[in-house]
């Protein structure tokens, strides 16, 4: 069974940082993309930034130039890191995996979210 365990959320003046991280455990055959995704209240869940097995990179405009998406693939893990925080980075961040099984096809899987509130 794959679990997606993330660390790193937290309380934080606005301008400061955070680091998020998240690890895939259990047995699979390898992880294709992995990324965070975020959901303010009120608000639809939206891609932060994500990352593919060779280390290519996307992020969303309001993101971009501030946080900085990394992966240790011998560790299964992804860092965010997170600088010039602004209270509206306050939100849910989820961690997401798409996952090729041992047995074959992809599939999703989400971390549990970790709470990140930027104050002004």
């Known amino acids: 069974q794959v679990q997606l365990v993330e660390s790193g959320g937290g309380l934080v003046q606005a301008g400061g940082s955070l680091r998020l991280s998240c690890a895939a455990s259990g047995s699979f055959f390898s992880i294709k993309a992995m990324g965070w995704y975020r959901q303010a209240p009120g608000k639809q869940r939206e891609l932060v930034a994500g990352?593919?097995?060779?280390?290519?990179?996307n992020y969303a405009d309001s993101v971009e130039g501030r946080f900085t998406l990394s992966r240790d693939n011998a560790k299964n893990t992804v860092y965010l890191q997170m600088n010039s925080l602004k209270p509206e980075d306050t939100a849910v961040y989820y961690c997401?995996?798409?996952?090729?099984?041992?047995?074959?096809?992809?599939?999703?899987?989400w971390g549990q979210g970790t709470q990140v509130t930027v104050s002004s």
């Open positions: 990352i593919t097995s060779g280390g290519s990179t």
């Open positions: 997401h995996a798409d996952i090729t099984a041992l047995a074959g096809g992809a599939h999703d899987y």
